[in-house]
């Protein structure tokens, strides 16, 4: 696991960095629900224009813009609250899900099970193995607070 302690202290982003790293995190997003148009909806917009701002990193959406990605997925933001070293989890385990986030974990695994055959995992293995299970922290958080929370009132 790696050490955080040795890590350089977090520095405020520029706007220019803020905007790249928005870029990234859109574009994945993008990548991983596929319909630019259906994106924009969930996110409480009429068009595509300012989602298309984003990505390209032309002009700087509106905050409340950047936040409602979060209603398209819990991770859009992870590139920019990294390099605060923070992520945003949900405040509540929605068990609904509970079997869609076994699945990717149990997915995730099989990966790195299969990239550590060789025992060794590669940089392109880290990288399938980060995409399979970054999907599930949140949800992953979201029942360990839980369980926090019925610790507390027991």
Not at 96 to 109: E, F, H, P, Q
Request: charged share 20%.
């Amino acid at each position: 696991m790696a050490s955080f302690a040795k890590v350089c202290p977090v520095t405020p982003l520029t706007k220019d960095k803020f905007q790249q790293k928005l870029s990234v995190a859109w574009s994945r997003l993008w990548h991983k629900h596929g319909n630019k148009v259906r994106i924009a909806e969930t996110m409480g917009l009429t068009d595509t224009a300012p989602l298309d701002r984003g990505l390209t990193g032309a002009n700087l959406p509106g905050a409340h813009v950047i936040f409602n990605s979060l209603l398209v997925d819990p991770t859009a933001l992870d590139e920019i609250l990294a390099h605060y070293g923070v992520r945003a989890v949900p405040l509540a385990a929605s068990p609904a899900n509970d079997l869609a986030t076994a699945t990717g974990v149990m997915d995730a695994m099989v990966a790195l099970v299969r990239a550590l055959e060789d025992n060794h995992r590669d940089h392109q293995e880290t990288l399938d193995v980060a995409d399979r299970i970054q999907p599930h922290l949140a949800a992953l958080a979201a029942i360990v607070n839980e369980a926090a929370v019925l610790r507390g009132a027991a």
